[in-house]
């Protein structure tokens, strides 16, 4: 069954450091999203891309964050300058055209130090 | 701003039990709903969804059940396994937005 894939699984940065968090959607899939969970709170919305660009965002998603299609395969977000409060599980989601169920991947956890 | 949140925190059942979540949505214009199963140290996994236009969906052991009149939202799980033990999500989405809005979820426990 094809799955929504995310690398690291674990990253650890330091403060003021650039991150990159890579994912590879559904094959077929059109939209992508980024999500994040902060420990022990409810999973927040952060951007989602269509067509090479993104069609929304988040108050969350500020200047520090951007997301880039590469390739014909991977999804990546990426963070320009971390802060600590950036410490979170970092969900990509991905779903077809016409089709509204997002499937997930299993989360990279970004810890900033 | 309106969310979407949940009755209870914790809900603990016996094996063989039927368990039901349960979720209260307050944008009343949000016509998607979907519920996710959480796992330690997982992504959210796609249990079942369910449009406005309906009222009841069924999938294999759960069901959702969807109250407009009152804007809530249950999954029912039919005799509950250990391995159904996780934390639950319930999420909303409005019209041609994209973006997904969860609740802040449900642990389920399930006893021997």
Same mark, same amino acid.
């Given at each position: 069954?094809?799955?929504?894939?995310?690398?690291?699984?674990?990253?650890?940065?330091?403060?003021?450091?650039?991150?990159?968090?890579?994912?590879?959607?559904?094959?077929?899939?059109?939209?992508?999203?980024?999500?994040?969970?902060?420990?022990?709170?409810?999973?927040?919305?952060?951007?989602?891309?269509?067509?090479?660009?993104?069609?929304?965002?988040?108050?969350?998603?500020?200047?520090?964050? &951007?997301?880039?299609?590469? *390739?014909?395969?991977? =999804?990546?977000?990426?963070? #320009?300058? %971390?802060? $600590?409060?950036?410490?979170?599980?970092?969900?990509?989601?991905? &779903?077809?055209?016409?089709? *509204?169920?997002?499937? =997930?991947?299993?989360?990279? #956890?970004? %810890?900033? $130090? | 701003?309106?969310?979407?949140?949940?009755?209870?925190?914790?809900?603990?059942?016996?094996?063989?039990?039927?368990?039901?979540?349960?979720?209260?949505?307050?944008?009343?214009?949000?016509?998607?709903?979907?519920?996710?199963?959480?796992?330690?140290?997982?992504?959210?996994?796609?249990?079942?969804?369910?449009?406005?236009?309906?009222?009841?969906?069924?999938?294999?052991?759960?069901?959702?059940?969807?109250?407009?009149?009152?804007?809530?939202?249950?999954?029912?799980?039919?005799?509950?396994?250990?391995?159904?033990?996780?934390?639950?999500?319930?999420?909303?989405?409005?019209?041609?937005?994209?973006?997904?809005?969860?609740?802040?979820?449900?642990?389920?426990?399930?006893?021997?």
């Amino acid at each position: 069954e094809p799955e929504v894939t995310q690398t690291p699984s674990h990253q650890v940065t330091q403060m003021g450091q650039e991150v990159i968090l890579r994912c590879v959607p559904i094959s077929n899939h059109l939209y992508f999203y980024w999500y994040r969970q902060i420990l022990g709170q409810k999973v927040e919305f952060l951007v989602s891309f269509y067509n090479n660009e993104i069609s929304e965002k988040s108050e969350i998603f500020d200047d520090q964050f &951007s997301v880039e299609r590469p *390739d014909g395969s991977n =999804f990546t977000l990426k963070i #320009r300058s %971390t802060k $600590l409060e950036d410490s979170a599980m970092y969900f990509c989601a991905s &779903s077809g055209q016409g089709i *509204d169920t997002q499937y =997930f991947g299993p989360g990279t #956890r970004l %810890t900033v $130090l | 701003g309106e969310s979407v949140g949940l009755h209870l925190p914790t809900l603990s059942v016996q094996e063989g039990d039927n368990s039901i979540i349960n979720c209260a949505y307050s944008n009343s214009a949000s016509d998607y709903f979907i519920w996710y199963k959480q796992e330690s140290g997982k992504g959210p996994q796609f249990i079942i969804d369910i449009r406005s236009n309906m009222d009841k969906r069924q999938g294999q052991r759960v069901t959702v059940l969807l109250n407009k009149t009152v804007k809530h939202l249950s999954l029912q799980i039919a005799a509950t396994q250990p391995g159904d033990s996780a934390v639950y999500f319930c999420a909303e989405k409005t019209g041609s937005a994209r973006q997904l809005t969860f609740g802040s979820g449900t642990q389920l426990t399930v006893l021997p």
